[in-house]
């Protein structure tokens, strides 16, 4: 597949890229090979191949989600720059 000057840009731009003159062969040949080798890979068969969802077959042993309250209010409250007796006060950022 050929990519073109315009294409290029355009996919700078979507990738908020900036691509310099001296650069801009390079990177056309290699995309162009990207492209070449997604080509070959969607010749192949993959009929009846199951989708991969993990790389291994190791399975996480997550802890049990225990909720417990490890600092109290008035010690959460007393590193705050501005604060009541039960919020931390913020500037205003929504008109």
């Known amino acids: 597949m050929k990519i073109d000057h315009e294409a290029l840009q355009k996919i700078a731009h979507l ?5 310099k003159p001296e650069e801009e062969a390079a990177l ?7 492209l070449t080798w997604m080509e070959q890979l969607n010749e192949l068969d993959t009929e009846g191949v199951e989708p991969l969802t993990h790389v291994t077959d190791a399975v996480n042993n997550w802890r049990e989600d225990v909720a417990s309250n490890t600092l109290s209010r008035e010690e959460g409250l007393s590193n705050a720059p501005s604060h009541d007796d039960t919020y931390i006060k913020v500037p205003k950022v929504i008109e």
């Open 28 to 34: 056309l040949t290699s995309m162009e090979s990207v």
């Open 15 to 19: 990738a908020r890229l900036e691509v």
